[in-house]
């Protein structure tokens, strides 16, 4: 285990992060990149815009919150260590995409409201069913909540908002890049760690196993709140906006309606999990769907 | 690492309070200011910098130093990771975000720094010799961050803790060794704004609010008697004269009498 866990260490990170895809970036994206003019001066584009990206503050908020508690509970000295690296990414998550609210007109004095506003009631009763295993100092179900949960759905919204703004929207795309980077090391920490301490503990499957049911509705009800409510589609097809080929897991996300670019994601996602799961020794549990 | 686009051409401290919090508390604040001493080194040094012989005692003495350092780090790390759950705002939350980053790197390099020195289970070593006051210190500051008493145990971690780990690893960073000289210039660096966080945090809040004044001189009290016998027994181990073990009572009692306790 501790080979593994130097993989993860600070030194490493250094490495990987402020001598590696972080260098020449100030809040994540290059100096002089801006928001498209279309997203600032569209009143539906410029109200979904500041929509998706709370929901991305909401997200990283939890996973701060989550990160940084569970290190007391961390059962090494080495995991403990990852942990403060994991703490470290997610709070750069909740600056660049705050920073991003502002670029977009949102006043420093305002945010607290707009986020509360905007908000998705189902996005944060996700964080809640995990918060509250962190609360209990829940290691290992917290580590699957986040690591592999949390940070499973972020790494593939990350990825296809990705694929979507990599031609339109390169400073977005830019500050994703970084946050995808980050997210794939927290997911392999969370399998590789998780792994060891399932099969000494196993009395904790059937809870994790619920936690992941319960994450998962209520993830795939965000989903569904964010693609069949997006005005933003509808606005673009108004306006006639030729959307330049977006390819995501084979498809081309330009030419596909909404409940479609849903139905892609909530697979890939859902698809992620049971294999990651599997990895670890957890049961991949089906959830309702919304 | 290469230098980075400047944030704003503003001087810092014109800024309106609100704006210079969010600058100095934030993580590019942070990644500017840490890429230019951590640059090049690999745990906390140059990888180049020669070890320094040490006879078998010093050897031992240093491993119990650091040993403390240690549970010195772990408490702070765990104490400012507790601490982002109960911060006030984002801005608090998010410096707190770095400092739990850099009271990590503290406690790697100090372990590395056991190993180099040849201790097979740096862990089991640091459980065996650490300090009992220590002990006790970090038991209590973990109890004032889990009871949620944001303004106890900032006071207790970013002023008492950093200022105590600040005034040591000072002075212990003038007779070191070259390798543990240079583990800890890095690290006061960090200690440095750590404890400007905490002043500043519990300045504002003495200026607006003076009944807490009472609840955290009370706080000190408590673990001023901790500190003062850790720093006496890390003072004897590194081999200080004892007019340096004033000295440095002095410069806590010092640091915390800035915020107006005595």
């Given at each position: 285990?501790?080979?593994?866990?130097?993989?993860?260490?600070?030194?490493?990170?250094?490495?990987?992060?402020?001598?590696?895809y972080?260098?020449?970036?100030?809040?994540g994206h290059?100096?002089?990149e801006?928001e498209p003019?279309l997203l600032?001066?569209?009143?539906?584009l410029?109200?979904e815009t500041?929509r998706s990206t709370?929901q991305l503050?909401?997200g990283e908020?939890?996973?701060?919150?989550?990160?940084?508690?569970?290190?007391?509970?961390?059962?090494?000295?080495?995991?403990?260590?990852?942990?403060?690296?994991?703490?470290?990414?997610?709070?750069?998550h909740?600056?660049i995409f705050?920073?991003r609210?502002?670029?977009?007109?949102?006043?420093?004095?305002?945010?607290?409201?707009?986020?509360?506003?905007?908000?998705n009631?189902?996005l944060?009763?996700f964080?809640?069913?995990?918060?509250?295993?962190?609360?209990?100092?829940?290691?290992?179900?917290?580590?699957?909540?986040?690591?592999i949960v949390l940070e499973g759905m972020a790494f593939s919204v990350f990825e296809m908002m990705y694929a979507m703004n990599q031609t339109v929207n390169p400073k977005f795309a830019h500050t994703l890049s970084g946050t995808i980077a980050d997210e794939r090391r927290h997911v392999g920490?969370?399998?590789?760690?998780?792994?060891?301490?399932?099969?000494?503990?196993?009395?904790?499957?059937?809870?994790?196993?619920?936690?992941?049911?319960?994450?998962s509705?209520?993830m795939l009800a965000t989903f569904a709140d964010a693609f069949r409510n997006n005005a933003a589609a509808a606005e673009f097809d108004?306006?006639?906006e030729e959307q330049p080929r977006a390819e995501w897991h084979g498809a081309d996300l330009s030419a596909m309606k909404p409940e479609e670019m849903e139905g892609l994601l909530a697979d890939t996602v859902l698809k992620e999990f049971k294999t990651r799961?599997?990895?670890?020794?957890?049961?991949?549990?089906?959830p309702?769907r919304? | 690492?290469?230098?980075?686009?400047?944030?704003?051409?503003?001087?810092?401290?014109?800024?309106?309070?609100?704006?210079?919090?969010?600058?100095?508390?934030?993580?590019?604040?942070?990644?500017?200011?840490?890429?230019?001493?951590?640059?090049?080194?690999?745990?906390?040094?140059?990888?180049?910098?020669?070890?320094?012989?040490?006879?078998?005692?010093?050897?031992?003495?240093?491993?119990?130093?650091?040993?403390?350092?240690?549970?010195?780090?772990?408490?702070?790390?765990?104490?400012?990771?507790?601490?982002?759950?109960?911060?006030?705002?984002?801005?608090?939350?998010?410096?707190?975000?770095?400092?739990?980053?850099?009271?990590?790197?503290?406690?790697?390099?100090?372990?590395?720094?056991?190993?180099?020195?040849?201790?097979?289970?740096?862990?089991?070593?640091?459980?065996?010799?650490?300090?009992?006051?220590?002990?006790?210190?970090?038991?209590?500051?973990?109890?004032?961050?889990?009871?949620?008493?944001?303004?106890?145990?900032?006071?207790?971690?970013?002023?008492?803790?950093?200022?105590?780990?600040?005034?040591?690893?000072?002075?212990?960073?003038?007779?070191?060794?070259?390798?543990?000289?240079?583990?800890?210039?890095?690290?006061?660096?960090?200690?440095?704004?750590?404890?400007?966080?905490?002043?500043?945090?519990?300045?504002?809040?003495?200026?607006?609010?003076?009944?807490?004044?009472?609840?955290?001189?009370?706080?000190?009290?408590?673990?001023?008697?901790?500190?003062?016998?850790?720093?006496?027994?890390?003072?004897?181990?590194?081999?200080?004269?004892?007019?340096?073990?004033?000295?440095?009572?002095?410069?806590?009692?010092?640091?915390?009498?800035?915020?107006?306790?005595?």
């Amino acid at each position: 285990m501790s080979d593994f866990l130097s993989a993860y260490s600070i030194q490493s990170w250094l490495e990987s992060c402020p001598q590696g895809y972080l260098e020449n970036t100030v809040y994540g994206h290059a100096t002089g990149e801006n928001e498209p003019e279309l997203l600032l001066t569209n009143a539906v584009l410029h109200e979904e815009t500041i929509r998706s990206t709370v929901q991305l503050v909401v997200g990283e908020r939890c996973a701060l919150a989550a990160s940084s508690g569970l290190i007391n509970a961390a059962p090494d000295e080495a995991s403990k260590r990852f942990l403060a690296t994991q703490t470290l990414d997610e709070a750069r998550h909740v600056e660049i995409f705050t920073h991003r609210l502002y670029d977009l007109g949102v006043k420093k004095n305002h945010l607290e409201d707009v986020i509360q506003r905007y908000a998705n009631r189902n996005l944060v009763k996700f964080a809640e069913v995990l918060l509250e295993k962190v609360d209990k100092k829940d290691f290992i179900s917290g580590v699957v909540g986040q690591n592999i949960v949390l940070e499973g759905m972020a790494f593939s919204v990350f990825e296809m908002m990705y694929a979507m703004n990599q031609t339109v929207n390169p400073k977005f795309a830019h500050t994703l890049s970084g946050t995808i980077a980050d997210e794939r090391r927290h997911v392999g920490f969370g399998e590789n760690r998780i792994g060891s301490l399932i099969k000494d503990h196993p009395e904790k499957r059937p809870e994790i196993e619920r936690m992941q049911k319960e994450m998962s509705y209520y993830m795939l009800a965000t989903f569904a709140d964010a693609f069949r409510n997006n005005a933003a589609a509808a606005e673009f097809d108004r306006l006639q906006e030729e959307q330049p080929r977006a390819e995501w897991h084979g498809a081309d996300l330009s030419a596909m309606k909404p409940e479609e670019m849903e139905g892609l994601l909530a697979d890939t996602v859902l698809k992620e999990f049971k294999t990651r799961l599997g990895r670890i020794g957890i049961e991949y549990q089906t959830p309702v769907r919304p | 690492m290469a230098t980075r686009a400047s944030l704003s051409p503003v001087d810092i401290h014109d800024l309106e309070l609100q704006q210079f919090l969010e600058e100095v508390h934030s993580f590019e604040f942070w990644f500017e200011a840490v890429e230019g001493y951590l640059s090049g080194l690999t745990w906390g040094h140059r990888p180049d910098t020669p070890e320094a012989v040490l006879d078998e005692l010093e050897r031992d003495r240093l491993i119990t130093v650091l040993c403390n350092y240690c549970v010195g780090e772990t408490a702070a790390l765990e104490g400012a990771s507790g601490l982002i759950s109960i911060a006030p705002n984002r801005l608090s939350k998010v410096f707190l975000a770095t400092q739990v980053a850099d009271e990590g790197r503290h406690l790697e390099v100090f372990l590395h720094r056991l190993r180099d020195l040849g201790v097979k289970d740096p862990e089991a070593e640091v459980e065996r010799r650490a300090s009992p006051s220590l002990v006790l210190f970090k038991r209590r500051l973990l109890e004032l961050v889990a009871g949620k008493d944001w303004e106890a145990a900032i006071f207790a971690q970013n002023v008492i803790l950093e200022a105590l780990e600040f005034a040591v690893f000072h002075s212990h960073g003038q007779t070191a060794d070259p390798i543990t000289r240079e583990v800890l210039a890095g690290v006061v660096k960090d200690e440095r704004r750590h404890i400007g966080f905490g002043e500043n945090e519990i300045g504002r809040r003495l200026a607006s609010a003076p009944h807490i004044r009472a609840r955290i001189g009370q706080v000190k009290k408590e673990l001023d008697h901790l500190v003062l016998d850790t720093l006496a027994d890390t003072i004897k181990q590194i081999g200080m004269p004892r007019d340096e073990q004033e000295r440095l009572g002095r410069a806590y009692l010092e640091s915390v009498e800035r915020l107006g306790f005595v």
